[in-house]
């Protein structure tokens, strides 16, 4: 089932950013939000997880309508924010415990699946430090074990490759890829559209506050008129 968007018309103080979005976000799909700085991406993501009041529209999740069942939907999804959201006074594996019981996911059956985690982004052994003793990529990657970590039918991650090195980039792909294949559904916002074309199934344009453009990245490249390997060229 996945992610349905119908008609989402989001924005700020009564004026709309974007409107009349009408996506999906099918089980097993990586679909990747695309635009120009102030785009909406963001704005898009933050209805899609349900933390602002959409001006029109109805997001639902596996057939959970975020209006009617706000509960089933949130617990469903997984977020990964621009910016890493970490307490100060927390330790590493505490922020990973906190973020198994906010989903009512029992820590035992999870702990594997945060120990492998951890090594792939090479955090092992760095489970009693503190956020303060983290890089700014570290934090970045603590965010993505936490969000891995979960069973979740969609993952939501805004520009996740900011901070992160080529090492950790490949990873991450890596790990959509197998998520996707596992059955969850992913939407991702990102500027790397190269990189992004070998791994998405499909790109959501927003342009002038609407959806341009949904479809396959070969489907884009020719839509604009552009070779598949230059698709970092579609807003110059
Ligand atoms: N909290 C806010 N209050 C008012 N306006 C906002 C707020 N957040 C964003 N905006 C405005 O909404 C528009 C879309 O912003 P948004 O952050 O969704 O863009 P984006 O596509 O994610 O951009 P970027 O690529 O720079 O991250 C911009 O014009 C921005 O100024």
Same mark, same amino acid.
């Given at each position: 089932m996945g992610l349905q968007i119908d008609n989402l018309t989001a924005g700020y103080a009564g004026q709309? /950013? /974007?409107?009349?979005l009408t996506f999906t976000v099918s089980t097993g799909q990586i679909v990747a939000l695309i635009g120009l700085n102030g785009a909406g991406k963001s704005t898009t993501l933050k209805q899609v997880i349900g933390l602002r009041q959409p001006q029109a529209g109805r997001l639902s999740l596996d057939g959970h309508d975020l209006e009617k069942e706000p509960a089933a939907y949130k617990a469903a999804l997984a977020y990964i924010p621009e910016q890493p959201v970490l307490y100060? !006074?927390?330790t590493l594996a505490e922020h990973l415990h906190l973020m198994l019981a906010a989903h009512g996911q029992d820590d035992g059956a999870h702990w594997q699946r945060v120990t492998s985690l951890l090594t792939v982004f090479r955090l092992?052994?760095? !489970? &009693?430090?503190?956020?303060? &003793?983290?890089s700014k990529g570290m934090k970045q990657k603590v965010m993505l074990v936490a969000a891995f970590s979960l069973d979740t039918s969609l993952l939501v991650i805004d520009e996740p490759f900011l901070g992160l090195d080529v090492l950790a980039q490949k990873q991450l792909i890596t790990l959509m890829k197998e998520r996707a294949k596992e059955g969850t559904a992913v939407l991702l916002t990102t500027h790397l559209l190269q990189q992004a074309a070998a791994y998405v199934d499909d790109f959501a344009l927003l342009e002038d506050g609407q959806l341009s453009f949904f479809g396959k990245p070969s489907e884009l490249a020719a839509d604009r008129g552009l070779s598949e390997n230059d698709l970092d060229a579609l807003f110059s």
């Open positions: 709309a /950013v /974007v409107n009349n100060d !006074e927390l092992n052994g760095k !489970e &009693h430090w503190l956020p303060i &003793h983290f």
